[in-house]
């Protein structure tokens, strides 16, 4: 007995060259790249094979998914995408369940009673039965279903947003065989391409555009929740919730007081420390709203002293906030679509750019600089020039602000933020001072800083002002976010007011006029 499973292979980074075939004077194919051509840099490539066991859980064999792996190789190419990870994670679970029904249709299989003319084949990726209710991209949506609503165990349940990321990538897995003009016996689904015609922009030469629209009837969707911890919101969305007065205090004590949270050490929960890396890096989230990959490409280019004077015997900064740019023309990341980093500015509390650059002057952030160049030398000498290439590469002349104790800039590792984040997030839950389990992402602190400076805004100006400065600050090319968190500044009630007490700490709008004026001047 063989027992496949369906395993995953990362290859970070990856240059990809293309191939040149030739027959040489002995008849055989010959594969070799051109001398000259850079590549095409992938930031980290996840591909999927098949793998055997026997009966002992010895490796037996090992098989790559061709078809998906043609697939993702094409979302990098074809699409410029830098990172596949979720993509297939969605193709593995796919495969993974095909597999499932290809052992249950094995146990059943009799080779006396088996009629190729009335029972079914067995189950495979690209061969479909004639009813929709037996193919297996259909049966992979309930089940998918099943995940999320019928689960008695909350943590068996998947979330709403993984099912419709993995349902779509399924489509999108057999939308691009189709275009590649692969026969299938049946369809997989019911598709159709749509030709729209629309109206070119002034940049565009034509006067009208077409474009063609992939549709389906594979959809999974879910009734939209409209409540978020009891109150009602029109306009919720889980990615943009800000975080409750209560549960940010206890994330910001946590950061700047105790720097310890629940950890599991060998299958055991023990109370450690959190580097102290990882909690400047969610203050700055939370404070400046950058996203979590803005944040850990941030260098020392960007750090400041911020200026200060002796009031009342006591040391007080010239100006309570200050601007800080990220993106291209500063040598740092931002979000942008296709390829490229847009630059943009947003705001930082003095307090915390002065915790930042104290922090650059240390002793710690030196001994990591110095690992930073070691490490950098180390991949040269290796031959590992594709990591520093693409936009969002290691620049090896950078000193980055957030170093791994191996001298790993942690923008390459974004992930371990969000490891250290839920860290923080279950600490909080386990205090047992929540009447709620607080829920989120590293992304809702961007969440909360944009909601509550609305809610400051609003206080001294209109709201086409105060969206007009909110999001040049989060760097949203068009309104229709930015409205989201307007919507919700408007309807969550004013006793929720995170600035309140969360900026006490920071002692930065304690003058709420003078910082609303300082805004409104430097943008």
Known sequence: MVKFKVELSTISPYTYKRPLCSVDSNGEIQITNKGNEKGTVIKKVTLLNLVGYDNKGELISIEPLGCVNKFLLSHHLDNFKLESGQLSRALGHYFTFIIAHQEAWDDEYDEDTFNELYDE???????????????????????????VLNQEDESDRMARSTAKAYMSGVVNFYKFH???????????????????????????MNAYMRKDIHTTDLRLNFSKSSRNEGIALNCYRRDLKPFLDQEWLLVQNILTKTKRVIRNVHSEMKMQSIANEYCLGFMICRYTGMRREEMASLHLDQIVKPQSVIRDGKEQFVKPVLRIGIGGQYGSLTKTKGVGNKSRQTVIPSVLMNQLYEYTQSERYKKRLAKFKAYCAKQIELGNEAVFEGDDAINPDKKYLFISLNGVPLMSRPSDFTGRWVEVRNTVNKSGKLTHNMVGSIHNLRSTFAVNMFRILLQKMSCDEALSIVSSLLGHENYKTTLEYLKIAEDVPNADEIYEDALDYLGVFDDIKNIVQTLAEEL
């Open 121 to 147: 084949p067995r189950p495979q990726w690209n061969s479909f039965p004639k009813r929709k209710i037996d193919k297996l991209t259909y049966q992979y949506r309930e089940s998918l279903k099943d995940l």
């Open 178 to 204: 189709l275009r590649q003009g692969f026969q299938f016996n049946n369809p997989p689904f019911e598709h159709e391409v749509v030709t729209l015609h629309f109206k070119a922009g002034g940049a565009n």
